[in-house]
């Protein structure tokens, strides 16, 4: 098991937003994490690398107990993150942000391996043009695929995507999810946050489900999408509802 | 850092633009003019110490001064009180400085924005008004070095001269910091941290640890220079030694120069002091040079944010090759 | 600008002068230690306000703020002196040139950066700070002045209390109120709130944010402006007075919590109190050392301040 989160709850104040959280994520696998705007996808996330100290539960990364240690150690260990919200370094070229990420992963790099490293992925996820520019110069897509890029230079055992098709065309999209793939295909483990409900069916191993911070399905996607409760959990939102069901139907962009 | 950055011909232009500057009192042996020059490589100095901070690691110092003014007094202690000579006092007070440094960084590096701004004045103004009544630094009198110390440097003017190139020195080698850590593994983290301290977590920049060494790296030389220039002085006082002001002022020329490059200080410090000059001598306006300095930064930060190097790099990419 | 602590008249220096003036012995004089720190800390807190309204609302700290309230001073030395006019109806003079000032400092050297990175206001509000200082030390030098006033003292036990002091505390109470009516129970002042909250819904649903800003960077300076007055009636000052209050207010921000009025006040009076009581045990000049080391804790402890902020 390269991933293990027991028993996960976490408060804010008088506010549950995660409670009681159990699954585990067996290497080269991708686990898709869905559920209503505001289940605590993100938070979960947030859990995982270390942003939050769960209330309660623990957080097992390859063996090691990561509850409670600080967002960088545990990036040293091989965990990255691509966010929701892009977070671009802005002042910097592209390359220097990519370069970040070769250089204080889990490989920790001199300048000149992370040099290398940081134009294989940039070739990787399409940026190569765009090495010298700096960062607030790009457009959502590349911004995106920066964030992905950067995440990608850690090398990481395992990789937390966050809603990286959101925003994004449907072209993008296409070519964001063709990269997901590669990236499988190199042995990387992933969790990925998800709207777009087909990309989720059709790349991910197991899928999880949380409604008000709660898990309320864990398994293989075909599996999930006939839960009676994940369908009542969409129940509020029946566009999604019946994506979730019919995942093969129309492919339009659903925001976040 | 590898060779190869140092064949960079920006590092090289930056470096014999200080030394340039540094030899002209030197071929015209003026005292005038190598006071002139002093202020203008004390600044460079301080100035270039600031960016690494505030440039480089995007923390905002107010009170950068302190690391000058506790140099000066612990130099100038050992030197007075203990009868050590200038070169390690010197060492001296740049360590305490260093050390103060590490000592605050553990604490107030945690505060973001305004909240460390405004941390780092209180600690220059508690320092100040430590330092005023600590007796063994003569409390609100200060120190004051005997004529006679000189003598053991080759008399005033000798040493006058003597403190003149060392400041020249580390002008030089602050220079050759400044690139070093800009192109070091070490700044490139920095720089992460600046544009968006969460996302430099996330990615593995162990942060406290990356900001404390800056702050300390910052710290170090105005330490050193605050020995060289008190001593020079003759005497040192509370308020001398932590002149909020000198601290804005030094803000004021990385702004103007622009922040976050290895030239923009040498040329803001350049400027500020250059332009100073001339308002000082000028009837018209000697009496208003504040406001007048007031209203230039006024309208470098509506203006030009960037500052000057800043400016050019954005407009003409091709600059960046030349200008660090 | 020079901060030396001996060109300018020192609060802690005065303020104990003056109660050793009373001095009865025993713990009997601490009281009138307490009074006089008290009844000045009403004032710090008129200052201070100004400071964190605009911090509150903008997310702006105004490093020209000191040079504000120094102004006030001079403009109540003026109408006083000049134009023979009473200082308490002078304040209220001040009080309108200070709202007119700060609005015009606002739209000149605020509005463009507002968005920009906080470096950029901090600079500017120190670019406003340098260009009032150079131009006041110009016109009015940086000899310290005095407004001739007197109402008198009265003396309960071992306190004296200075009339000016009094109608300065009390008139510091009312200020608050004033605020506190005006935020709360006028379209304006719902405004300043609705901003502060959030500045980007407050434009969606009509709120001219702009112009809210500028009116609630007047405030601030206003209440500087006040401060200043007030001052003046009790103190000598200078062209560089201003600074010692600057640095005292954001001593009380932290300590009452950033755009809390009422916190404000309490600040002022807890920081009024420490400096009454401190010399009672310590050297007076060892008050802004503890004073300074206080601020950098609170600032460490409890960002938002002690008494929380008010959001």
């Known amino acids: 098991m390269i991933l293990q989160v027991s028993g996960v709850s976490k408060w804010f104040g008088g506010l549950k937003a995660l409670t009681d959280v159990t699954f585990s994520l067996q290497e080269g696998q991708i686990l898709g994490l869905i559920g209503p705007n505001g289940a605590g996808k993100t938070t979960l996330f947030n859990v995982i690398n270390g942003v939050y100290k769960p209330s309660e539960g623990a957080v097992n990364f390859r063996g090691v107990d990561i509850t409670g240690m600080k967002t960088y150690e545990i990036a040293r260990m091989g965990l990255a993150r691509a966010h929701q919200i892009v977070r671009p370094l802005n002042e910097l070229t592209v390359r220097d942000n990519v370069m970040v990420g070769a250089c204080f992963g889990r490989e920790n790099h001199a300048l000149g391996g992370a040099r290398v490293i940081a134009d294989e992925v940039m070739e990787f996820v399409g940026l190569e043009k765009r090495a010298d520019q700096l960062a607030s110069n790009l457009n959502i897509g590349q911004k995106k695929r920066l964030e992905m890029a950067r995440a990608l230079a850690a090398r990481p055992y395992l990789l937390l995507l966050d809603e990286v098709l959101a925003g994004l065309n449907p072209a993008e999209i296409t070519r964001m999810i063709d990269i997901v793939h590669k990236i499988r295909e190199r042995g990387t483990t992933i969790v990925m946050i998800e709207h777009v409900m087909q990309a989720v069916m059709s790349v991910s191993d197991q899928v999880l489900v949380l409604d008000f911070g709660k898990p309320i399905a864990f398994g293989p996607p075909g599996e999930v999408a006939n839960d009676a409760r994940v369908v009542e959990a969409y129940l509020g939102d029946p566009e999604l509802a019946k994506q979730l069901l019919a995942p093969s139907s129309d492919e339009s962009e659903q925001d976040a | 850092m590898s060779l190869r950055n140092l064949r960079n011909p920006g590092l090289w232009i930056t470096v014999l633009a200080v030394a340039l500057l540094g030899l002209w009192p030197i071929v015209t042996q003026r005292a005038s003019t190598r006071e002139e020059i002093f202020t203008v490589m004390l600044s460079v100095v301080l100035a270039s110490s600031l960016n690494i901070l505030l440039g480089y690691t995007g923390y905002v110092s107010f009170g950068h001064i302190v690391f000058f003014g506790l140099g000066g007094y612990v130099g100038l202690y050992l030197i007075i009180v203990q009868g050590w000579s200038l070169w390690p006092s010197m060492i001296a007070g740049g360590l305490a400085a260093g050390l103060l440094a590490l000592l605050l960084g553990q604490a107030i590096l945690r505060l973001r924005g305004s909240y460390f701004a405004l941390a780092t004045i209180g600690i220059n103004e508690a320092m100040r008004a430590f330092i005023n009544n600590f007796e063994p630094f003569g409390g609100p009198t200060g120190l004051s070095l005997n004529f006679q110390t000189y003598n053991q440097y080759g008399g005033a003017a000798n040493a006058l001269w003597l403190i003149y190139y060392i400041v020249l020195i580390l002008a030089v080698f602050n220079i050759f910091l400044s690139y070093i850590v800009k192109t070091s593994k070490f700044g490139l983290g920095l720089m992460a941290i600046r544009e968006d301290e969460d996302a430099a977590e996330v990615m593995g920049v162990i942060t406290p640890r990356s900001k404390t060494w800056a702050y300390v790296l910052s710290a170090i030389l105005p330490g050193v220079v605050g020995v060289l220039f008190f001593f020079k002085n003759g005497n040192i006082e509370p308020p001398q030694a932590f002149r909020l002001h000198l601290s804005i002022e030094l803000l004021v020329m990385v702004m103007l120069g622009g922040y976050g490059t290895v030239f923009g200080p040498l040329l803001g410090a350049v400027g500020y002091q250059r332009l100073r000059g001339l308002l000082l001598t000028s009837d018209l306006f000697k009496n208003i040079q504040l406001a007048v300095a007031g209203l230039l930064l006024l309208l470098i930060i509506l203006f030009i944010p960037a500052g000057a190097v800043g400016w050019l790099r954005q407009r003409f990419p091709v600059v960046r090759r030349f200008i660090p | ?311």
């Open chain 3, 1 to 311: 600008m020079c901060l030396s602590p001996s060109s300018q008249p020192s609060v802690e220096k005065i303020g104990s002068s003056l109660s050793k003036a009373v001095f009865r012995g025993g713990y009997m004089d601490i009281l009138a230690f307490l009074t006089d720190g008290l009844l000045i800390g009403f004032v710090y807190g008129i200052a201070a306000m100004g400071l964190t309204l605009i911090w509150g609302v903008m997310n702006v700290i105004n490093l020209s703020h000191g040079s504000i309230i120094a102004l006030g001073m001079f403009a109540l030395y003026f109408l006083f002196v000049s134009l023979g006019i009473n200082p308490y109806i002078g304040v209220v003079l001040v009080a309108v040139l200070g709202l007119l000032l700060g609005m015009v400092i606002y739209a000149v050297a605020i509005h463009r950066v507002i968005n920009a990175p906080h470096l950029s206001t901090l600079l500017a509000t120190f670019a406003v700070n340098m260009i009032i200082i150079g131009l006041g030390t110009t016109a009015f030098s940086t000899s310290p002045r005095n407004v001739d006033f007197s109402l008198g003292s009265m003396s309960i036990g071992p306190v004296t209390i200075l009339g000016t002091r009094a109608v300065a505390a009390i008139a510091s109470v009312l200020i608050t109120a004033a605020l506190y009516y005006f935020l709360y129970r006028t379209t304006l002042g719902k405004y300043v709130r609705a901003v502060t909250d959030n500045r980007a819904a407050a434009e969606l649903m009509g709120i001219p944010s702009a112009r809210v800003l500028a009116f609630s960077f007047g405030l601030g300076t206003m209440l500087a402006a006040i401060a200043g007055g007030l001052i003046a009636t009790f103190f000598p000052f200078t062209i560089l007075s201003g600074t010692t209050y600057e640095l005292k207010s954001f001593v009380i921000g932290v300590l009452g919590g950033v755009g809390n009025p009422l916190g404000a006040l309490i600040g002022g009076l807890i920081l009024g109190t420490f400096e009454g009581i401190i010399p009672y045990f310590l050297p007076t000049s060892w008050v802004p050392v503890l004073e300074f080391i206080l601020f950098v804790v609170i600032l460490l402890v409890r960002p938002t301040g002690l008494l929380g902020a008010k959001k």
